[in-house]
Structure formats: structure tokens, C-alpha cells
């Protein structure tokens, strides 16, 4: 697509979809129903205007114009404009998810290879997911790729496990392994490769047995094999919903209840430690990596709400906490005129805003678009 007319398209979606009227007063105007598909067309079209390189095709460091390249959080902002066009069938989404491709693989020095795994994992996940959307087979090669060279993390250091980092083969972290696994048993599901079954169990016993507390559901963040100590005060949002989520791939390939249950724990470990006391909303994490944590563990978190199987009463509670969540960002913590997101849910930002932190609050508002669809909302 032609640059400048690929800017113009962009600007007209996003005047298009923030006139809509997400936010509908009531008579008495003390509250409003909000149209989350119409929020989150405002949310995930300002990702394109605001963040989106279109010279270089990737997701720029802020929406002050800051160009830093940072491979990670690529995945990420790729998921949610996978999200939107799955939502809305928009080619603006679909034009941005194409040259996503060839930028970022040639902003990582024209590779998709990695010395970190997670990061890795992150893409491949997400490629996996552009493939699906899309049916570009670039991105179902690349996320095989992907997916063979982060298999080589795995060593017996720590009794197994996948490294964090590839020239420290001591570090195993939940972050390295809770996305693997996620990977392999979504490799399976789909290709069907008994030996990405194994590599999924495999991955999810190692974690459990190390990083996993049965008795809470809490996730520590890595164990460092030269010494077998496990960093159990390092407990983040992103590590709970890959671990919930990894179970929950694992439920639906096994049936085994076990693997739901542990989905749980984990998830109420986190509505029970990981939010502000004060007003129930999920803790700030910080800008920077942190930026991005929360949004990860509420794409997850949104998977295990759906889940058919889950109790009744647990899908209530587990909805009413996320529609806490979203509402307060969308009423309270956004700043309408940029539809900007901040790490506090509550506060929002003046001007500026990193690409993590806005890709989490986005993430947020697609999550709660996908619920409305599916009519669990309940206004």
C-alpha cells in the first residue's frame, strides 16, 4: 500500500472510530453503558496512528515520535492488532499486521532470532496468531522457526527447563517457560505433532515442580541453577497468566481437571495479592518492560473466562473483577483526547505514553470487546 495513502486510511479509521459514541450517559447521568466495540476501535486504531512506524513498518517507543526499537513488545502490539482484525475484518488492521512482518524482522537485523528466549516466544506466539488471522504462511514458517531454535534453551541445569537468556543457560525463568509451553501446545493443537505434546508437558511439569506454589497459587519469577536458589519476592502479573494459561492449553488437550485447578489457583493468587487494596484494580507495574506486564496476564486471564468449563461462580467473580478493570481505565484512567493509557488504571496520562503501557490498556479494551461479543458483560 501506497505510504501516504496508507497515513490518510489510517487517519480517517481513527476519526471514524473516535466519533463513535463508546460511552452512552444514562438519563440521570451518574453512569453510562459503555460500547466497548466502539471503545476499543479507539483504543486499538490509535495504536496504528500514534505508534506505528509507517517509514520502517514496527511500533515505535512512545507516541511522542520516539524511535527506539525494542523487539518484545512487538509481539504484543502484533497481538492486538491481531485482536482488532479478527473483531472488526478492518483492512487497516490486516496492512499493518503484513508490513508488521518484514519490519521487524528487518529491525532485529533481518531475523526473528533472538539471544533472549522469551522474546522469541512472545513473537512466535503472536506470528502463530497473525498466521490464523490472516492465512500469510510467512508468519506460520517464521513462528516454526521460532519455535525450533527455543527448544535448544532446554538443558538438564535445574533438573530442565528453558533458559531465560542464551549465553546464561543457568537462568530458568517463568517467563521462558510459561509462553513455551503455550507454544508447544498450541503447535500441537493445531499441527498436530505428538512430539509438541510432549514439550508441552514436559515444559509445564518442569515449572510446576520449580516455580509453582500449590498451596497459593503463586509464580516465582526463576531459579538460578548454580546456586538452586529460587527468587520467590519477585511475583509478576505477566508470569501468573502464562502459567494460567499454559494450564488452560493443557485442559483442553488432556481433559484433566488438575490442569484447571491449577489455572485457578494462579489466577486468584493474583486477584488476592497482585492489585491496589484500596480500589480492587490490577497493581502498576512500572513503565518499560513492566509496562506490558498486566496486559499479558488479562490476555489469559480472558481465555480462562471464556473457558465453558469453568465454575459458574468463579466465571461471575473473575468478570466482575475484569469489568472493574476496564471500566475504570476506559471512565477514569484514559485520556479520551489521544485515547492514551497509563500503568496506574486510574490516572491518566497527559501526552505521553510507552508502547508497552499502551499495549497493555489496550489489550484491556479488546479483552472487554471479545467479552461483550460473547455476552458475558451483563450491563
Given amino acids: 500500500m501506497n505510504k501516504f495513502f496508507y497515513l490518510i486510511f489510517t487517519v480517517s479509521v481513527l476519526f471514524l472510530a473516535c466519533s463513535k459514541e463508546d460511552d452512552q450517559v444514562d438519563p440521570g447521568g451518574e453512569a453510562y453503558v459503555i460500547n466497548w466495540n466502539a471503545a476499543a476501535d479507539s483504543s486499538s486504531s490509535t495504536m496504528v496512528l500514534s505508534y506505528w512506524n509507517a517509514a520502517d513498518s514496527y511500533f515505535n517507543f512512545n507516541n511522542a515520535g520516539q524511535k527506539n526499537f525494542n523487539y518484545w513488545p512487538q509481539a504484543h502490539a502484533l497481538d492486538v492488532m491481531v485482536d482488532a482484525y479478527q473483531r472488526t475484518g478492518n483492512n487497516l488492521y490486516k496492512t499493518t499486521i503484513t508490513q508488521w ?43 516454526q522457526q521460532l519455535w525450533a531454535d527455543i527448544q535448544t534453551g532446554w538443558n538438564t541445569n535445574a533438573g530442565g527447563g528453558i533458559s531465560w537468556k542464551k549465553d546464561q543457560p543457568y537462568s530458568k525463568n517463568a517467563c521462558s517457560n510459561g509462553p513455551a509451553c503455550i507454544l508447544a501446545a498450541r503447535m500441537y493443537q493445531q499441527f498436530g505433532s505428538t512430539a509438541d505434546k510432549e514439550w508441552a508437558l514436559k515444559i509445564y511439569d518442569w515449572e510446576k515442580e520449580y516455580l509453582f506454589n500449590p498451596a497459593n497459587g503463586a509464580v516465582y519469577d526463576n531459579v538460578d541453577s548454580r546456586t538452586g ?104 484512567g484514559t485520556n479520551k483526547q489521544l485515547v492514551l493509557f497509563g500503568s496506574y488504571w486510574k490516572t491518566k496520562p497527559v501526552s505521553t505514553s510507552e508502547l508497552t503501557t499502551q499495549t497493555s490498556g489496550a489489550m484491556l479494551i479488546e479483552a472487554m470487546a471479545l467479552l461483550e461479543k460473547n455476552r458475558l458483560l451483563g450491563n
Fill in 101 to 143: 512482518y518484514d519490519g521487524v524482522k528487518a529491525k532485529n537485523g533481518n531475523t526473528f532470532l533472538n539471544v533472549f528466549y522469551d522474546d522469541m516466544e512472545w513473537n512466535a506466539l503472536a506470528m502463530l496468531r497473525a498466521f490464523n488471522a490472516t492465512g500469510d504462511e510467512r508468519f506460520k514458517t517464521a513462528s
Fill in 229 to 332: 536458589t529460587i527468587q520467590t519476592s519477585w511475583i509478576f502479573t505477566y508470569n501468573q497468566g502464562t502459567f494460567l494459561g499454559s494450564a488452560l492449553e493443557l485442559y483442553k488437550i488432556t481433559g484433566e481437571k488438575g490442569y484447571l485447578n491449577d489455572a485457578v489457583k494462579a489466577a486468584d493468587y493474583t486477584l488476592n495479592n497482585l492489585v491496589d487494596s484500596n480500589d480492587r484494580l490490577l497493581k502498576s507495574e512500572g513503565d518499560g518492560d513492566g509496562g506490558l506486564f498486566k496486559g499479558i496476564f488479562v490476555r489469559y486471564f480472558t481465555q480462562l473466562i471464556l473457558l465453558p468449563d469453568l465454575d459458574s461462580s468463579v466465571k461471575k467473580r473473575y468478570l466482575t473483577f475484569l469489568k472493574h478493570n476496564g471500566e475504570t481505565l476506559w471512565r477514569t
